[in-house]
């Protein structure tokens, strides 16, 4: 069974015309993975078993003339940050490294109720931080494109396992684009929805106010699936809500989409900007504009702030997130400890890795009673100036486009000192701080080993408004493919 052309909407024609069934293509997904993990180190773990019973069990629920739902049998991976009851959920950190979860994250439930086969937790940077998954406490995943290189981070296993055919499709997290940046990096799709839009209840939190979970996937059409299959409100999550749609998502009507307006921000058309990243955002461009599709610059003046807003607010939030593994909750430390500073130092000060620690020290540092007006509370006025940028270019335009990241994958080790990978979230940081949807897609097919490394550009759109940046990301895939 050939898995690479495989996706979810292909995948469910094919059950329907009984081409296969759940259990062969899981199978060959769990085949792929013991060849092939070993070098990409997507996965760190794999429910072997598990996947094989709940594929069978799902077959003879079609055999007995169960309906077809949109996630039937999908072989799908989840980031090692989410909970699925029962099984190991590390966040890639040591200080959870065998911790199990009490119960399933909300959009585990969800994919449990479509009957997706979930085949593994995948790697990511410890707790979510990180541009490369170097920051794994566990080892580095490879880029399948290029080993030698990232897969971008922190939801590079995800990404990676897209990429690879090591599963259908992936949920990743994007607290400042981690998951638009690794899709970008492996040349699949990524997308970040509205805050608010799917629950993050069961989400290992990184900062609260910026998380979100969402699909990576392998066209646009499949995390529009994915998506619709995740979202709404969830009483577990106060901050999640419901959005009605007038029209199924996942069918869009193109004379429609034809009309949306697409604003260019100059702000991210800067200098540090890769000779490659800028030719392949132009080229998307250029077929947008072939669709018929109109363009408008726009300005959004206070883009140069984001990246340190953003690394003011994020450590602030993962100070007090963080400070809940305190080796007496979860995991427990098992040395011999004469006091309470003995548990710290045994449990944060071994169990946390250095980007961890210089996260909590530097958010704790901008939260002090001295610094807080200084540092934390002028942020919040930052970030807010940044969301009124948005809100006035998005009188005139429906969807803004812009690079996904600054460059394509970098190599492993590349990037020594945390101020350089922290510029990889540069252009993706505006709509995490603003709550936006935003997407990663790549500019073309990309072919793994001929040299070429994918590029994605982004689209970011008004609030609750991922139909019109899914629509416009399926209109183009339909007229490059
Ligand atoms: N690379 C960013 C960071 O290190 C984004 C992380 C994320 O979105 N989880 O914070």
Redesign the pocket.
Known sequence: MNIENLTIASFKKGLEEKTFSVEEITEAFLKRIKEDNKEIGAYLSVFEKEASDRARRVDEGIKRGEALKNLTGVPIALKDNMLLEGTKTTAASKILKSYRAAYDATVVRKLKNEKAVILGKTNM?EF????STENSAFYVTQNPYDTSRVPG???GGSAAAVAGNLALAALG???????R?PAAFCGVVGMKPTYGAVSRFGLID?ASS??QIGPITKTVEDAAIVFNAIRGKDSYDPTSVEKEYNEDITKPDFDEVKKLVIGIPKEYFIDGLSHEVKKGVEKAMGRFKKLGISFKEVTLPHTSYALSC?YII?PAEVSTNLARFDGIRYERTKDDVKNLKDVYFKTKGEGFGAEAKRRILLGTFVLSSGYHDAYYAKAQKVRRLITDDFRKVFEGVDVILAPTTPTTAFKVGEKKDPLS??L??IF??SA?LAGLPAISIPVKKYIKGNGELPVGFQLIGKHFHEPDILSLGMLYEKETS
């Not at 997290?173 to 998951?179: H, K």
């Open positions: 940077d979510a931080m990180g541009a981070g922190s939801s997290s994007d607290t400042g684009g981690s998951i940046q990184m910026l998380d953003y994020m990978m922290y990889s979230d993706t940081v995490n």
